[in-house]
């Protein structure tokens, strides 16, 4: 009998097989010599090997005694977050670490031709550097195809959604709906985050309400007519199952560091009814039925436990936007203001102010004996105890100095008069002499210093040669007007 050829599959599951097997016997110490102080249960860790390499080693001892990196249990699903957004179809989905941002929209467009009753529905999801450096802007890895392909499968082939009901005139009108997925944070698990959103996305989305008359296709605001929403028939969810060694440990919910070292990825497509949208695994494991049946029971479990919270969310919003609350992604904001961590006024009694104020008085340390006494520096000012003196002074004796200080100014005056009537007597006297004047352009400063009995300070005053010679020139002219009047 003639022996059918492997499939690519099952030879490079042997080839992986025999690699494992050779590396496992190179590095097991033999029977009479002792693991290595370096290894961790047997296992020896070379020191040439860099980190990531030696993160697969890690997981596996963690998984082998039923921990994860994150302190999870290995069928323990991180915690799901659901918040909406002011309009209807937005909405943000937390899974984790992992965020996606779900947005929905509306367009009368036309229909296919081979589906001239249906609607259309089109998925796109976007990778943006923003949620991880590894995604590049401006192209689709492969990832991102396997992805959009899943969420179509998930979505759109299941019939989760009445397409039927989009139309609006048949082969002329009908709506589209396209769902808008953007990943703003990266830490694992994207495919069951997306689908999350998706389904939340299209549960609160409202399509505008729309009028036929004849030909005629009449479109309504809002405020006209309340929004329609669709018609889903289920809500399919996405549970994903990382594979290691071979499918010796199975993880739910991955993160992003359990996705690099895993051996393989089955994603399962359920319902809360417990029916299968759809399936599929990736990685070049082959997984056993027992291992698949398991994995279909515990996407089960999931499945309800998440429907349920989608479904408490979906009500709470409604029940918000009815009483006229705050909603909308400033309800999901933490109140982060300077007085978010203020105390209520606690209530004050006042009858008994008296008696607690003479009770506090007894408690409290006498007074010391010991009385500090004011030192005068000066009059007018006063020290109590070690401060420094006061530099203002006192108000009056300030107002005595500037009375002193007008009285030298009108001295200072006087004595400039005389002094101008003596040069005056001079120059008349060479003028009996000679005819001709000579004055004085020098620059020389007179300082004249008075002494007060009663302040004992020294004033100066500074008179300019120019300002005297202007007064000089004056009392000469006028001299000389007097002499010619009598002559």
């Known amino acids: 009998m003639k022996e059918t050829p492997l499939s690519n599959c099952e030879r490079r599951f042997l080839l992986r097989a ?3 097997r050779k590396v496992r016997d190179r590095d097991t110490p033999p029977p009479g ?6 290894s961790a249960g047997g296992v020896r860790a070379s020191p040439h090997l860099s980190p990531s390499r030696r993160a697969p080693a890690r997981v596996v001892t963690l998984l082998s005694a039923l921990q994860r990196l994150d302190g999870r249990q290995s069928y323990d699903y991180r915690n799901v977050r659901i918040s909406f957004g002011a309009d209807y179809g937005c909405c943000i989905v937390e899974l984790g670490r992992t965020r996606v941002l779900g947005q929905v929209s509306c367009e009368l467009v036309s229909p296919k031709l081979n589906r001239a009753t249906e609607g259309i529905l089109f998925f796109n999801l976007e990778l943006s550097p923003m949620a991880a450096p590894a995604f590049e802007p401006g192209r689709q890895p492969e990832l991102l195809v396997k ?10 082939n299941s019939k989760c959604i009445d397409t039927e009901s989009l139309c609006v005139v048949a082969g002329v009108k009908v709506w589209q709906i396209r769902v808008d997925l953007h990943l703003l944070n990266h830490d694992g698990n994207i495919i069951d985050a997306a689908s999350i959103a998706a389904i939340v996305a299209l549960c609160h989305f409202r399509r505008p309400d729309v009028s036929v008359q004849g030909e005629e296709v009449t479109l309504y605001t809002p405020e006209e007519r309340d929004p329609v929403p669709l018609s889903i028939h289920h809500m399919p969810i996405c549970v994903s ?9 199975l993880l739910v919910d991955p993160s992003e560091r359990e ?9 399962i497509a359920m319902n809360k009814h417990r029916e299968i949208c759809t399936i599929q695994s990736s990685g070049g494991i082959m997984l056993l039925k027992d291992q698949v049946l398991r994995c279909s029971k515990i996407t089960g479990v999931k499945v309800a436990e998440i429907t349920e919270l989608i479904q408490k969310a979906l009500e709470n919003d409604r029940k918000v936007r009815k009483e006229g609350g705050k909603f909308g992604f400033a309800e999901s904001i933490p109140n982060q203001k300077i007085s978010a961590f203020k105390m209520e006024r606690a209530p004050v009694d006042t009858n008994d102010v008296e008696e607690q104020a003479e009770e506090i008085i007894t408690k409290a340390d006498p007074p010391s004996d010991v009385i500090a006494k004011p030192i005068i520096r000066m009059p007018g000012t006063a020290q109590i105890g070690e401060g420094l003196e006061n530099s203002w002074g006192d108000f009056e004796e300030s107002e005595r100095e500037e009375e002193e ?3 030298s100014d009108d001295a200072t005056t006087s004595g400039g008069q005389k002094m101008e009537t003596e040069e005056i007597n001079i120059v008349s006297k060479t003028k009996k002499d000679d005819d001709t004047i000579i004055l004085s352009d020098s620059e020389e400063e007179e300082v004249v210093i008075l002494e007060p009995e009663e302040t004992h300070k020294k004033t100066r005053t500074h008179t300019t040669a120019k300002q005297e010679n202007s007064s000089s020139k004056k009392a000469f002219n006028k001299k000389r007007k007097k002499k010619r009047a009598t002559h």
């Not at 992805?147 to 759109?156: I, Q, V, W």
């Not at 199952?241 to 440990?249: D, E, I, L, P, V």
């Not at 996705?259 to 994603?267: C, K, P, Q, S, T």
Request: aromatic fraction near 10%; charge should be negative.
């Open 18 to 20: 025999i690699e494992e």
């Open 33 to 38: 010599q002792a693991p290595s102080h370096g």
């Open 147 to 156: 992805l959009n392909r899943l969420l179509e499968r998930c979505l759109r």
């Open 241 to 249: 199952f990382a594979f290691f060694q071979q499918g010796t440990y």
């Open 259 to 267: 996705e690099r070292v895993m051996d393989g990825l089955l994603v």
């Open 405 to 407: 200080e007008g009285n």
